[in-house]
T-cell receptor, first 111, second 115 residues
Framework: KQEVTQIPAALSVPEGENLVLNCSFT??????LQWFRQDPGKGLTSLLL?????REQTSGRLNASLDKSSGRSTLYIAASQPGDSATYLC??????????FGTGTRLTVIP | GAGVSQSPSNKVTEKGKDVELRCDPI?????LYWYRQRLGQGLEFLIY????????KSGLPSDRFSAERTGESVSTLTIQRTQQEDSAVYLC?????????????FGSGTQLSVL
């Protein structure tokens, strides 16, 4: 069964810093990898989707990379802002319309 | 609607009672998913609908859990004889066609507390 791990579980950084969140998965047979953010009391918002044939995706200050063979992905956030504070979830899709989620990294950006 | 809508947003019930959770997906989305998120844990897949059919029910934790979808729109997740371990946030998501490279759009969830 696919297992998704996210490190660190929590991270605090001062505003303006660049940061990297890590995600690893055990089975490289994936269709895609997605990064979501989850705000307290709200649902998940899709940030980036990287197809298995792609190496990275960028959206604004966010850049996600995928190394399928080693089972790793990183989410890079440039020039962090207090509004970036949230829990970031990584998920891999393995056929059959199912996503396996990690437990997330709780990010706090300190003004 | 503009997004995925779930109701109620919060539900407190007594152990042994039945509950119904509702999800209204984005209009035109044929795929619908239910997930459960226990406190401090990752999301657990419960069930997936393509149209009104549920080709994958593998995540339903017991026969107390059931779900249906009608009109290729609204879905209801029913939990019978609730137990305290059922306490969690239940999240619904939808996608346009259910193919393997589509983004999922999530609702805000229903926080279920079983006393």
């Amino acid at each position: 069964k696919q297992e998704v791990t996210q490190i660190p579980a929590a991270l605090s950084v001062p505003e303006g810093e660049n940061l990297v969140l890590n995600c690893s998965f055990t089975d490289s047979a994936i269709y895609n990898l997605q990064w979501f953010r989850q705000d307290p009391g709200k649902g998940l918002t899709s940030l980036l989707l990287i197809q298995s044939s792609q190496r990275e995706q960028t959206s604004g200050r966010l850049n996600a990379s995928l190394d399928k063979s080693s089972g790793r992905s990183t989410l890079y956030i440039a020039a962090s802002q207090p509004g970036d504070s949230a829990t970031y979830l990584c998920a891999v899709q393995t056929g059959a319309n199912n996503l396996f989620f990690g437990t997330g990294t709780r990010l706090t950006v300190i003004p | 609607g503009a997004g995925v809508s779930q109701s109620p947003s919060n539900k407190v019930t007594e152990k042994g009672k039945d509950v119904e959770l509702r999800c209204d997906p984005i209009s035109g989305h044929t795929a619908l998913y239910w997930y459960r998120q226990r406190l401090g844990q990752g999301l657990e897949f419960l069930i997936y609908f393509q149209g009104n059919s549920a080709p994958d029910k593998s995540g339903l934790p017991s026969d107390r859990f059931s779900a249906e979808r009608t009109g290729e729109s609204v879905s209801t997740l029913t939990i019978q004889r609730t137990q305290q371990e059922d306490s969690a946030v239940y999240l619904c998501a939808s996608s346009l066609g259910g193919s393997s490279n589509e983004k999922l759009f999530f609702g805000s969830g229903t926080q279920l507390s079983v006393l």
